[in-house]
């Protein structure tokens, strides 16, 4: 379970995301989609921590885990995508 609550990210004093909440269930498929520029990446970065939170809260399950296969990665010779994606951050 994810559980995010009133999230916001400001990039030079404008709001990209601004007191966002939502829950994911163990077991939901979501599709994240926008045009460019939009926080699809962003939104994924303060899921995994890898960006600071300006303001809210998430709540993680302890043993959750969550990775992030990047856009501009370098594939590894003789490695399908499949095998790339179970090697994304975490």
Do not use: C, W
Not at 7 to 27: C, T
Not at 40 to 48: E, M, R, V
């Amino acid at each position: 379970m994810i559980n995010v609550h009133k999230l916001s990210i400001a990039f030079g004093g404008d709001y990209l995301f601004e007191e966002i909440s939502f829950r994911l269930n163990g077991g939901d498929r979501v599709g994240l989609i926008g045009k460019n520029g939009a926080g699809k990446s962003t939104l994924l970065k303060l899921l995994s921590r890898e960006m600071p939170l300006d303001g809210g809260s998430m709540a993680l399950e302890k043993d959750i885990r969550i990775g992030i296969l990047q856009q501009d990665i370098d594939i590894e010779q003789g490695r399908t995508v499949l095998e790339d994606s179970y090697h994304a951050n975490s």
